[in-house]
Structure formats: C-alpha cells, structure tokens
C-alpha cells in the first residue's frame, strides 16, 4: 500500500538554527499538507499546499515557515530560526480528489524536532 | 466548522464492542463525519466517513441518527493494537479543507 514518508525521524537543532523536514507524498496526490503536535497537544493544522501555491495557511505558519514543493516527489518545510517552542512532532499528510470531490488524508509517520 | 463533543478516555478488554459516540450538536447541512485514529508517535489514519444512517468497512461502523447531532464510532471486538486515540470530525466534504482535530478519545485495550 503506498504510503507518505518523512526524513528525518528526528531532528535536534540549536535555536536559533534552520531546519528542513522533508516529506514524499503519495505519488499520485495533488494536495499537500504539514501538521504539527505538540507533545501532549491536539494535531494542529499548519498550511495546505495546491498547484504549487498554499492553499491556506494557519496562524501558527508565520514569517519563519516556508513549504516548498522543489521537484516532483518531495515536499519540503522549513523553520528559518527555530524557536523552544517549535519542538513538536511534524506531520506531513497528502490526499488526492476523487470523483466525488473528496478523499481521506494520508498521514506520514511524522518528524520529531527537538529544538534545544 | 462544527465543534465536537467526545469523552476524554474509555476503557475495554480485549474480544470488547467498542462504541464511541461523538456530540455535534451546530452540524450544518453539507457536513460530514470522519473519524480518525492515532496510534501513540504515529500519525493520524483515516477510518471511516459518513453523512447518514450506517457505513460499514473493514475496520469500522459508523451510526448516524437521523437528527445528525450524533455520531457513534463502533469497533467490533477490539484487541489491544486497537489502543489509541480516536478523532471525530465534522465539516465540508472538500478535499482542500485542512482536519481541526479535538482533543479525541483515548481508547485503552486491556488483555
């Protein structure tokens, strides 16, 4: 069965520093999307991602996140200057329109990032 | 989007019926209900989606009264790979819309 994957598993990174997380959606997927939780939080939605733009985007995606989808298979998020508080597990997730409009999301096995 | 209302934790043996309801009480016309599952450092799996009456998979059954203000997730008898949180979520079915997900339900399985 395909699936999403995600490099790296885990990620330590000095505050301050920059980060990528990288994410192989499903091959056949037209729409993207990072997630992120927080250790003992909810899932919380970050950006979507269509047709090489964003979609739309949450207040927690700010100045120091980008997505980038650079080649056809990976899709890429950064944090320009990591922050404590961004330590969190980052989800990658991709669907794909049906016939009827609509499709399940698939999740990847998540990053964890560690900020110190 | 319409908010949810499920209990926090719940607790079975294993060989159990597990029914999980969810409250939604604004649900609007075009809405949808999809449940969702998290194992522990995993992330989020569909399960099951449904707008009305029942919708059976292989994993899952959902139940929908008529009024639609409920829902109840049933998993026939679960083992302990079933331990994990479920998500109920109500909103348009389009596929652009991002999942808000809630707090959820932690589901133990016990032997």
């Known amino acids: 069965e395909p699936e999403v994957t995600q490099t790296p598993s885990h990620q330590v990174t000095q505050m301050g520093q920059e980060v990528i997380l990288r994410c192989v959606p499903i091959?056949?997927?037209?729409?993207f999307y990072w997630y992120r939780q927080i250790l003992g939080q909810k899932v919380e939605f970050l950006v979507s991602?269509?047709?090489?733009?964003?979609?739309?985007k949450s207040e927690i995606f700010d100045d120091q996140f980008s997505v980038e989808r650079p080649d056809g298979s990976n899709f890429t998020l950064k944090i320009r200057s990591t922050k404590l508080e961004d330590s969190a597990m980052y989800f990658c997730?991709?669907?794909?329109?049906?016939?009827?409009?609509?499709?399940?999301?698939?999740f990847g096995p998540g990053t964890r990032l560690t900020v110190t | 989007l319409a908010k949810t209302t499920q209990p926090i934790s719940m607790d079975s043996y294993e060989g159990q019926e597990v029914n999980i309801t969810c409250s939604h009480n604004?649900?609007?016309?075009?809405?949808?209900i999809t449940w969702y599952q998290q194992f522990p450092s995993q992330g989020p799996r569909f399960i099951i989606q449904?707008?009305?009456t029942k919708v059976t998979n292989e994993v899952a059954s959902l139940f929908i009264p008529a009024d639609r203000k409920s829902s109840t997730l049933s998993l026939p008898r679960v083992s302990l790979s079933d331990t994990a949180v479920y998500y109920c979520?109500?909103?348009?079915?389009?596929?652009?819309?991002?999942?808000?997900f809630g707090t959820g339900t932690r589901l133990q399985v016990f032997p």
């Open positions: 997730a991709s669907s794909v329109t049906s016939g009827s409009g609509f499709t399940e999301q698939y």
């Open positions: 091959s056949n997927h037209l729409y």
């Open positions: 991602f269509y047709n090489n733009e964003i979609s739309e």
């Open positions: 604004n649900i609007a016309t075009n809405d949808y």
């Open positions: 449904g707008y009305k």
């Open positions: 979520l109500v909103g348009p079915r389009t596929v652009t819309d991002k999942l808000i």
